[in-house]
């Protein structure tokens, strides 16, 4: 049985979602609703499956691991946290798409353990499109040279960017940060790069989502709107 809280809260999102859309001459259908689950129980993610949720986001390997094993595909799966070198074998087997690629180091390896598993393995470019240093992430300047290097890489399929901008009281305070990773995106596509799809824009969370969707996301992801707050890490 899926638990009115988690459903309805899902339902508002998805209002909200349409209703930015339209504000911004978009189709709702053009933007994906990302459940964030990390530190989110089994159970309370498999009521939000009932309640149609089709893609959910994971920050951890050692957690995502056990949840994934045992709720399987579908849903979809993407990595969001920071990934680690050593752990690229497992978000391989994993994920359906590694959201926070932001070094060249970690393609390669991400690259090599895909070959080893006779796959493409969809990736997002990381962007700190604040400039923090307490966030992973690429400079924005220095993104399209990271593309550069990583585009050759014939098992990964550059499908976008990814960003989490600063935190504000005002959603609409970041709303530069949202659309300069949109203007960037279109500097990368222009480029026109082999085996580069600049089709995705990762970007928007549960307090500035709306303000994401009227600037051009088509991935949202919200952890604490359809979950509640977090009781771990």
Same mark, same amino acid.
């Given at each position: 049985?899926?638990?009115?809280?988690?459903?309805s809260?899902?339902?508002i999102?998805r209002?909200?979602?349409?209703?930015?859309?339209?504000r911004?001459g978009?189709?709702?259908?053009?933007?994906?609703?990302?459940?964030?689950?990390?530190?989110?129980?089994?159970?309370?993610?498999?009521?939000a499956l009932e309640a149609?949720?089709?893609l959910?986001?994971?920050n951890?390997?050692?957690?995502?691991?056990?949840?994934?094993?045992?709720?399987?595909?579908?849903?979809?799966w993407?990595?969001?946290?920071?990934?680690?070198?050593?752990?690229?074998k497992? &978000?391989?087997?994993? $994920?359906?798409m590694?959201?926070?690629v932001?070094?060249?180091?970690? %393609?390669? !390896?991400? +690259? /090599?353990? @895909?070959?080893?598993?006779?796959?493409?393995?969809?990736?997002?470019?990381?962007?700190?499109?604040g400039?923090?240093?307490?966030?992973?992430?690429?400079?924005?300047?220095?993104?399209?040279?990271?593309?550069?290097?990583?585009?050759?890489?014939?098992?990964?399929?550059?499908?976008?960017?990814?960003?989490?901008?600063?935190?504000?009281?005002?959603?609409?305070? &970041?709303?530069?940060? $949202?659309?300069?990773?949109?203007?960037?995106?279109?500097?990368?596509? %222009?480029? !026109?790069? +082999? /085996?580069? @799809?600049?089709?995705?824009?990762?970007?928007?969370?549960?307090?500035?989502?709306?303000?994401?969707?009227?600037?051009?996301?088509?991935?949202v992801?919200?952890?604490?709107?359809?979950?509640?707050?977090?009781?771990?890490?």
């Open positions: 049985m899926t638990d009115d809280g988690i459903k809260k899902i339902q999102v209002s909200r979602i349409a209703e930015a859309a339209a911004s978009r189709r709702p259908s053009e933007i994906r609703l990302m459940a964030v689950t990390k530190t989110v129980e089994e159970n309370r993610i498999r009521q149609g949720i089709d959910c986001g994971e951890y390997i050692q957690e995502s691991r056990i949840k994934i094993e045992s709720i399987g595909h579908p849903p979809q993407h990595m969001i946290g920071h990934l680690q070198t050593n752990k690229a497992y &978000a391989v087997r994993l $994920f359906d590694v959201e926070s932001d070094r060249f180091e970690l %393609a390669v !390896e991400l +690259d /090599r353990r @895909a070959g080893g598993a006779g796959r493409v393995l969809p990736i997002l470019i990381e962007v700190n499109s400039g923090e240093l307490t966030k992973s992430g690429i400079p924005p300047e220095e993104a399209i040279g990271l593309i550069r290097r990583i585009a050759p890489l014939e098992h990964l399929a550059i499908s976008g960017l990814m960003t989490m901008p600063p935190w504000f009281d005002d959603p609409e305070e &970041a709303r530069p940060f $949202f659309s300069a990773l949109r203007t960037l995106r279109d500097r990368i596509a %222009a480029e !026109e790069f +082999d /085996r580069v @799809a600049m089709t995705e824009l990762s970007m928007g969370m549960t307090d500035d989502f709306e303000v994401a969707v009227e600037e051009g996301a088509t991935i992801r919200v952890g604490r709107g359809i979950f509640g707050e977090r009781t771990g890490r």
